[in-house]
């Protein structure tokens, strides 16, 4: 039997793979390449758009209105008693929790709120810095302030901060607590509850 020396291995081995490197590169490139990632407004469209029952438009008002959000079905409805005026996908609590359920009430409205935990930090010229921070774990750089990520048509429910407000919708639960809508459809319920209309929030 013939043995080979290492030498004689190791440069028979780099021939070879010198040899199926190319196809072999090829091949994994192949592999990685993806497609391009899709704008959030794309992806909505996984979930059913909203429903708006015209019929009830002169009927509901903030003094016989009231909300369900179903954290299962990631659907908000304004309903008059047993009635629904609108439904609507929504974005809920990206972790089990974040959203709480339960029986709630408008606590607060404000067409221009901004978030005191969660935005950007920004220059003088009001120049991102670093986006999508935290106050709860990140510092400002210096010569920065912290701007608050805008929470259009605020409603909230909870002294803690959850509330209903424009966001995101990516087809799944994703805010961190918040119950985020449609622009369109935040500026709906939003005229159609006043302080003290009741949210039910179901698992």
Not at 38 to 44: G, K, L, S
Not at 137 to 144: F, I, L, M, Y
Request: charged share 20%.
């Amino acid at each position: 039997m013939r043995f080979v020396g290492l030498k004689t291995l190791l440069t028979l081995t780099g021939a070879i793979w010198l040899v199926v490197s190319p196809a072999v590169d090829a091949q994994i490139f192949r592999q990685r390449k993806r497609q391009p990632m899709r704008r959030a407004t794309e992806m909505i469209n996984r979930q059913p758009q909203p429903i708006v029952n015209q019929d009830l438009a002169g009927v509901i008002d903030s003094s016989n209105s009231r909300v369900l959000i179903s954290l299962s079905k990631q659907r908000a409805y304004l309903m008059t008693g047993d009635e629904v005026y609108i439904e609507t996908p929504i974005s809920s609590g990206k972790r089990e929790g974040m959203t709480p359920t339960g029986s709630f009430t408008i606590l607060e409205k404000d067409p221009d709120h901004r978030s005191n935990i969660y935005g950007d930090f920004v220059d003088r010229q009001g120049r991102v810095v670093r986006a999508g921070v935290s106050l709860k774990v990140d510092s400002a750089p210096s010569g920065t302030v912290y701007r608050g990520a805008p929470m259009t048509w605020f409603m909230r429910m909870t002294w803690s901060g959850v509330g209903m407000h424009v966001g995101i919708l990516p087809g799944y639960p994703a805010s961190h607590g918040c119950i985020r809508l449609p622009s369109n459809i935040a500026k709906l319920i939003y005229d159609k509850v006043k302080i003290g209309t009741p949210v039910t929030v179901v698992q």
